[in-house]
């Protein structure tokens, strides 16, 4: 199976490419869009900044070729908040491919810290991405900016307000957490990716 992980100016890259490696897949890290169209599947992860990371993926036309793509991927953290229709983090307009805007934490109450770091409870999984799942398990999270509740929803975390955990739509997977640093529940996810 050929697995490519989308190359651009984010972070945290090079976790997902050792989760892989670790379920024994030696993945391509990759720009160039014939790399990626041929790929079995795509990851499309990242840590970063929402306008910095459009800009890069636009100046090198990937913003269309992720679009196009037929085959399964799978956008991790800031790769499912640019996977959405717009993102107040920089006024940035993203992908389009889940047709929803991506906004930012209001702390209620003094005990809400934005960003939401560390590991909640993934709740309603609803999706092959989580075969084999219990409600309640716990995943790891870092991020200031969320997606609300939608018609692509297939798992929701609480945090100062019931958000998407993860989207599907079509070829579209995306977790808003991170499974590559999820210990064996997010590894069981990238298995199930893998085996889509």
Known sequence: M???VVKYNAGNIYSVIHALQRLGVTPVLTDNPEELQKADKVLFPGQGE???AMRYLREHN???VIRDLKNPILGICIGQQLMCRHSEEGNTDCLGIFDVDVLKFQPKKHEDK????GWNQLENPTSELFKGFTEG???YFVHSFYVPVCENTIATTNYILPYSAALHKDNFYATQFHPEKSGSVGERIIKNFLEL
Do not use: T
């Open 2 to 4: 050929k697995v490519a």
């Open 50 to 52: 929402a306008s910095n």
């Open 62 to 64: 990937l913003d269309k």
């Open 114 to 117: 934005v960003p939401h770091m």
């Open 137 to 139: 398990e716990f995943v």
